[in-house]
Structures are given as C-alpha cells and as structure tokens.
C-alpha cells in the first residue's frame, strides 16, 4: 500500500511569489491534514479537509490555502510569501472516522523564501 | 484550549538504558494522546495512541506509555534503547470527538542514544 506521497520535496522561492503544494493520501483515505513544521514554532496545524469540505482549521492567515479533490488528493497554496514561511510542510492522511488522530504523514515539502 | 507540555528538549540515553520521555497534557474533555517519532528528514510515525480503552498503551519498536489522570501525564517508556530509537519524538493531543483530526503537538523531545 502506497504511503502518503507529497511533491514537491524541495523547493526554493522568493519573497511575494506563490507556492502550490499537493499530497496524495494513501488510498481510501478521506481525511487530509496539512501542518507546518518551523524550528521555532514547532508543529502547527493548517488546516483539514475531508471529502472535499474544509473541516477545521488553525490561526493561519488568508494567504494559507487550501483544496481537497473528489479523489482525497489535496493541494496547499501559499500567496504571497514571506521569509517567516520557510518550513517544512507536512500532509496527513487518515480515514476521518473512528481512529480520530491516527495520522499518516508524508515526508514533506521543504520551503525555503529568500 | 488542549495543550501538551514535552519536559526536556534533549535527552541522552546510553544503549542498553532506560528511556523515558515526559509529556503532561492539559484538556477539559477526555483526551485522546499520542506519541509521533520523527526520524531525519523523514515525516512523522505514530508510535502508540490512548483512546480510554487501557490505561497502559503499547506501541511500536518496544515502546509503551501509561496514561496517569491524576497526573495528567503520558509519559514514553522503552526498558532498553536501541542505537535505531535515535530520533525526535512529539506528544500530541487531540479532542476525543470523532470526526476532529485536529492534532496538538508538544515542541518534541530529541533522543540521542550514547553507544
């Protein structure tokens, strides 16, 4: 079985540009969460969407978007950039029901703005 | 608002020795807590979960960890590091209300092992 693949790994741009990130969960999985990951702030939850509804979502500003697709695959975007969105951005898949919290992570799209 | 409190960014453990990992949590309503591991460059791997079914929870890799209410502590227990368990580890707390997949994580615990 597939794990949760993000694209891209790596990726460098600079400051005002806009990023588009995707995850494709594993199969069968509905739930999609996004987190970003900073040495100083820690883990820190973006947003989840689950069947193509956002369903929660943290204290991120506007420029912080994102979709889910019919198919569970999510993209993230990021308007505007600044410095302070360097992070590693991590995807999560789960099923959404009954195992509440039981995440698959991706291993990540590293940011970097200059 | 739920939080977990993670007590020691670092710790050093020599192989062959006790680890344990200290997280205490914080939530007005049953909590449902987890432990990640995060290897380099990797994402997140969830070890072990409590869900109010047993107090004792058992994991992966040797891992276990015993939810305390009078505590509130969900501290991380292996009676034997391995050279392998070198990693970081995060508790994580979430609202045990199904359908929410919303995560709280502590600010992690770096393990390295002493060979």
């Known amino acids: 079985k597939a794990g949760v693949t993000q694209t891209p790994r790596y990726l460098i741009k600079t400051r005002g540009q806009q990023v588009t990130l995707s995850c494709s969960p594993i199969?069968?999985?509905?739930?999609v969460s996004w987190y970003q990951q900073t040495p100083g702030q820690g883990l820190q939850f973006l947003f989840e969407?689950?069947?193509?509804?956002?369903?929660n979502k943290g204290n991120f500003p506007g420029r912080f978007s994102g979709r889910q697709f019919s198919n569970s695959r999510s993209e993230m975007n990021v308007s505007t950039l600044e410095l302070g969105d360097s992070a590693l951005y991590l995807c999560?898949?789960?099923?959404?029901?009954?195992?509440?919290?039981?995440?698959?992570f991706g291993e990540g799209s590293r940011l970097t703005v200059l | 608002a739920q939080s977990v409190t993670q007590l020691g960014s670092h710790v050093s453990v020599s192989e062959g020795a006790l680890v344990l990992l200290r997280c205490n949590y914080s939530?007005?309503?049953?909590?449902?807590l987890f432990w990640y591991v995060q290897y380099p460059n990797q994402g997140l791997q969830l070890l072990l979960k409590?869900?109010?079914?047993?107090?004792l929870v058992k994991g992966i890799n040797g891992f276990e960890a015993e939810f305390k209410k009078s505590e509130t502590s969900f501290h991380l227990t292996k009676p034997s590091a391995h050279m392998s368990d070198a990693a970081e580890y995060f508790c994580?707390?979430?609202?045990?209300?199904?359908?929410?997949?919303?995560?709280?994580f502590g600010t992690g615990t770096r393990l390295t092992i002493i060979p």
């Open positions: 994580a707390v979430s609202d045990a209300n199904f359908g929410n997949e919303k995560l709280t």
């Open positions: 999560a898949s789960s099923l959404g029901s009954s195992n509440a919290g039981e995440l698959f």
């Open positions: 409590y869900t109010s079914a047993a107090t």
């Open positions: 939530s007005s309503v049953p909590p449902y």
């Open positions: 969407y689950f069947s193509e509804t956002q369903r």
């Open positions: 199969s069968g999985h509905r739930s």
